[in-house]
């Protein structure tokens, strides 16, 4: 599918689903078969963290359906590193400038709502011009830089976003984010650029990749996803760095 680079990001173009080698937003990143492919940099900028996103369509999906598909990509994270409970739900009406319709925090732990039950609640509130935000904990393996000589390592938990998208909520958002984009965060994690990695943390970073890889390869099978692109507004050879770490210690 052709697309249009516009000085900042690569935008799609027509109205069908977006398909392998399809890229936009400065970088885009495929998985085929457990490995990450580098597609196409838009240009080059300082190397930085970044914000890590993972945006999954769905052909022919109905607003109704849309439930099922939030319930199975939650579901996945209780299997790679992440918890099996929702903290929180939020509904947006419009677009991300309107105030929230519905807001829920349920907590962490045992404390949390069960994927299917969250799901139900917040989508209680079905419009096609809405937008279903989830958040859920998911642990990674974090550098904690102290005074200390020796760097540490420990297993940090962060919240991911999980946003499903009505047709019409931000002028047809779906079409560049997805049917439902999950948010992972700073790109921190799966890099470390700026540290010194040993032994023991280039093992802790190629971990951090392959429970990267397991789950987006997870919520796509769960989900029934038929396309998925693993994305970032910024950083420069994204790709080639990720597929750096994950073939570390082959």
Same mark, same amino acid.
């Given at each position: ?10 935008? *799609? ?15 885009? =990143? ?5 490995? =990450? ?7 080059? =900028? ?12 769905? #052909? ?9 598909? +939030? ?19 939020? &509904? ?22 069960? #994927? ?32 200390? +000589? ?7 938990? *962060?919240?991911? *976003? &999980? ?12 079409? /560049? ?8 965060? $700073?790109?921190? #994690? ?20 392959? /429970? ?24 420069? $050879?994204?790709? /080639? ?10």
């Amino acid at each position: 599918m052709d697309v249009n680079f516009d000085g900042k990001r690569w935008k *799609r173009c027509g109205t069908g689903w977006p398909g392998e080698g399809y890229a936009f937003r400065g970088l885009a =990143i495929e998985i085929r078969a457990s490995r =990450i492919v580098a597609l196409r940099v838009a240009s080059k =900028i300082e190397e930085m963290a970044d914000t890590l996103y993972l945006s999954l369509w769905y #052909p022919n999906l109905r607003l109704a359906a849309l439930a099922d598909k +939030l319930t199975a990509v939650l579901g996945a994270f209780a299997a790679h590193g992440g918890e099996t409970r929702v903290y929180a739900a939020t &509904v947006w009406p419009i677009d991300w400038s309107e105030s929230p319709a519905f807001q829920r925090v349920y907590g962490h732990g045992e404390r949390g709502m069960e #994927p299917r039950q969250a799901v139900e609640e917040a989508l209680e509130l079905l419009h096609e011009d809405y937008a279903y935000e989830f958040q859920i904990g998911w642990s990674l393996w974090e550098l904690e830089t102290g005074t200390e +000589l020796d760097d540490r390592w420990a297993r940090e938990p *962060r919240l991911v *976003r &999980v946003t499903g998208y009505g047709p019409l909520f931000d002028d047809g958002a779906y079409e /560049q984010d997805g049917h439902i984009r999950i948010d992972f965060g $700073s790109d921190a #994690p799966f890099l470390e650029e700026d540290a010194n990695l040993n032994a023991v943390g280039a093992r802790h970073v190629e971990e951090n990749v392959r /429970q990267l890889v397991a789950l987006t390869t997870a919520v796509e099978k769960d989900s029934g996803a038929t396309a998925r692109l693993l994305w970032s507004e910024l950083g420069e $050879s994204l790709a /080639q760095r990720l597929a750096a770490r994950l073939g570390m210690g082959n």
